[in-house]
């Protein structure tokens, strides 16, 4: 199942602890069907290739590139059990995702704790909730060919130490109908925080090609890229200073960002002796502040939420050991679920689908 990422624009279950993403369409209070257990692990590969994509949807999206979006990575997931009422989450996440000629990694976390409080509910509700803090890290996000920001093409763009940071809570609650059908349903809201150190650019400057740094502070050191011909001279050696505003483009507002979030789900088991699946779906709606007013007078349009679906299924090899494969599919690529591939920069570029697999397995302890 497969989109083309923007690559990320400008760069770029088990049972019961299965995570899509730290933002989960597969949230639920309580597995009915599962045994007990004190600690579970997921370990699972993810992947997103032409040969996965075996609804076409890089090309109903128009990319004509057969790899570009192309993702390889994997993540690995526990939850424990302290007491009936708390337990302790935590996942990890390897992303690789290729664009053309560019390779980007993203490491993804996610730390968390969860409360079920002892209601005198029905024997088949269960309400739980859980507070997290999650983000994404990469040491550089690179895109080798042109984009336009502000009617100014940039080359070549490199954006160092992006990362994003964010604060969430969730309601979750699970019913079983019977036997086979449960019901879930969450709630969440999240404050989130996006940044970068510095970015390297290549575009044209007092009409030759130069190599750009602008700092945190937005002011630029740029230097000849190449020689360059002015009026029959030919210049070998060129330094040119100054704020980037100069070339419309401003760090603080354009790639740093504060926002909030909020957002509904829910999801359908369906189980049958040892096999069980899972059909899930996610809205997303975000606030952000200042930046998507910049996106519009960049003549962009904002994106504004996300919608995420999803499907698992599952086998029990052993009352301990389950295999499951899962998929998702995002409407607006990974608005939301990495927050720093959103910027002044990528926004007209993340309107696409993007889908990813997984396969994995969910080991059940003690």
């Avoid at 509700?125 to 690179?142: E, I, K, M, P, Q």
């Amino acid at each position: 199942m497969k989109k083309i990422s923007t690559i990320l624009g400008l760069f770029l279950g088990g049972t019961a602890v299965a995570y899509a993403a730290p933002n989960d369409p597969y949230l639920h209070a309580k597995n009915f069907n599962a045994p007990a257990s004190t600690l579970q692990i997921d370990l699972a590969v993810d992947a997103v290739n032409d040969s996965i994509d075996i609804f076409d949807m890089r090309e109903s999206e128009g990319i004509n590139d057969s790899s570009a979006g192309d993702y390889q990575g994997f993540h690995l997931s526990g939850q424990y059990e302290l007491n009936p009422q708390w337990s302790i989450e935590a996942s990890y996440w390897q992303r690789e995702i290729e664009y053309r000629q560019d390779s980007n990694k993203i490491d993804s976390a996610l730390l968390a704790v969860r409360y079920t409080p002892a209601l005198q509910l029905k024997k088949r509700d269960a309400l739980s909730f859980r507070a997290s803090v999650w983000g994404n890290t990469a040491d550089t996000l690179s895109k080798s060919s042109p984009t336009v920001v502000n009617h100014q093409t940039f080359n070549q763009v490199q954006v160092h130490n992006p990362e994003d940071l964010q604060l969430q809570l969730d309601a979750i609650f699970s019913r079983k109908l019977d036997p086979m059908n449960q019901l879930n349903a969450f709630a969440n809201v999240g404050y989130s925080k996006v940044k970068v150190s510095n970015v390297d650019l290549q575009a044209k400057l007092a009409g030759c090609l130069m190599d750009i740094s602008v700092n945190d502070s937005n002011q630029y050191n740029a230097q000849l890229a190449q020689p360059c011909s002015k009026d029959g001279i030919t210049i070998n050696e060129l330094n040119i200073q100054g704020n980037a505003n100069e070339f419309g483009f401003d760090i603080e507002k354009d790639l740093n960002y504060d926002s909030y979030y909020a957002g509904l789900g829910g999801s359908w088991n369906w189980r049958y002796k040892q096999f069980e699946s899972q059909i899930a779906y996610q809205y997303q709606r975000l606030w952000r502040n200042d930046i998507d007013d910049r996106v519009s007078n960049f003549g962009n349009t904002a994106i504004k939420d996300n919608h995420t679906l999803g499907v698992k299924f599952s086998y029990d090899f052993t009352p301990q050991i389950t295999a499951f494969l899962q998929g998702e599919i995002y409407q607006n690529n990974f608005v939301g679920n990495i927050p720093f591939l959103y910027n002044g920069v990528t926004a007209s570029r993340l309107d696409k689908r993007y889908g990813l697999a997984s396969l994995g397995l969910n080991i059940r302890m003690f």
